[in-house]
Nanobody, 118 residues
Framework: QVQLVESGGGLVQAGGSLRLSCAAS????????MGWYRQAPGKQRELVAT???????YYADSVKGRFTISRDNAKNTVYLQMNSLTPEDTSVYYC????????????WGQGTQVTVSS
């Protein structure tokens, strides 16, 4: 059974930092691409950052220079370091894992709430 378990969310003041973690089990972590998405109330889920199985990273323009995604294959964990947080970063953050076989295999975590107060 595949599980992606996020942690590290919470309430922080604007300008502060949080570090999200996502621990994966039930998958071969090292061959999966990993990502973080977020969804604010009334909005569509949006991509925040990804890190491929090879270590290449991608960031949404809105978080470039503030957020850093990283992975530790030995711990089956992906991280999202979030600095200089603003109220606009308030969302539920979801961990995502995917890889291509003959189709796309994709998994989601349950989400962790991040609230940034002004």
């Amino acid at each position: 059974q595949v599980q992606l378990v996020e942690s590290g969310g919470g309430l922080v003041q604007a300008g502060g930092s949080l570090r999200l973690s996502c621990a994966a089990s039930g998958i071969i972590f090292s061959i999966n691409n990993m990502g973080w998405y977020r969804q604010a109330p009334g909005k569509q889920r949006e991509l925040v950052a990804t890190v491929t199985s090879g270590g290449s990273t991608y960031y949404a323009d809105s978080v470039k220079g503030r957020f850093t995604i990283s992975r530790d294959n030995a711990k089956n964990t992906v991280y999202l370091q979030m600095n200089s947080l603003t109220p606009e970063d308030t969302s539920v953050y979801y961990c995502n894992a995917w890889r291509m076989t003959w189709h796309k295999l994709e998994y989601w975590g349950q989400g962790t709430q991040v609230t940034v107060s002004s």
